[in-house]
């Protein structure tokens, strides 16, 4: 069976990391949509040594 390698993406959505679990609860709610996928997840620390991290999240197209 072929599968389709790369998928087409209609809408991007960028997620910053809070001290809120909304962040998250957002990113689980719509990857568990199965119309979601991955794109990008970066972190680091910012200037005071907080944990920062960043979601990228794309809309597969029809």
């Known amino acids: 069976m072929?599968?389709?390698?790369?998928?087409?993406?209609?809408?991007?959505?960028?997620?910053?990391?809070?001290?809120?679990?909304?962040?998250?609860?957002k990113i689980n709610e719509l990857l568990s949509t199965k119309?979601?996928?991955?794109?990008s997840c970066i972190g680091g620390t910012d200037r005071d040594g907080y944990p920062i991290h960043?979601?990228?999240?794309g809309k597969i197209s029809d």
Do not use: G, H
């Open 2 to 25: 072929e599968q389709k390698q790369l998928v087409s993406i209609s809408e991007i959505k960028t997620f910053r990391s809070s001290f809120l679990s909304e962040t998250e609860n």
């Open 54 to 57: 960043e979601w990228c999240l």
């Open 35 to 39: 119309e979601w996928v991955l794109i």
